[in-house]
């Protein structure tokens, strides 16, 4: 994946998240609508489900709320609130420091014996949302 492509999809990816997450909000605080497609196929929650609650209330403060809703909150929430930024400041000073992170960070991960343990805490995660009710 070049630079370009890379710093386009995180940044539209990021600028939807944060749009998706004002929506629900400010517009859509009763609604149980789910964007998830397994769930709304199969009717059980996916690894992710309960992301969104999970980044509201990371960004209100409950941490420990966060975490139990779904720890991949906190996860995207940093990662939403410090890409675009990290993304601007490699624009303006034309450095690929993202990028060269994001390659490092896929090739470590693609490491068998922690991309292992990865897997395995998102089955674990996906278990445990089933048995939450999410």
């Given at each position: ?7 386009a ?8 998240g ?60 940093i ?32 490491v ?23």
């Open positions: 994946m070049t630079k370009n492509k890379l710093y999809i995180i940044s539209i990816a990021c600028f939807l944060l749009a998706y997450l004002f929506y629900k909000i400010n517009y859509s605080e009763s609604s149980h609508l789910t964007v998830c497609i397994i769930k709304n196929v199969t009717g059980y929650a996916c690894p992710s489900c309960g992301t969104t609650r999970a980044v509201q209330l990371f960004l209100q403060g409950e941490i420990a709320a966060s975490v139990l809703m779904n720890p991949f909150g906190i996860l995207v929430a990662l939403m609130i410090i890409s675009p930024i990290w993304i601007l400041f490699d624009v303006i000073t034309k450095k690929e420091t993202f990028f060269f992170w994001y390659k490092k960070t896929e090739e470590i991960i693609r068998k014996w922690i991309a292992i343990p990865l897997i395995i805490l998102v089955l674990l995660n996906w278990i445990w949302n089933i048995y939450k009710g999410l």
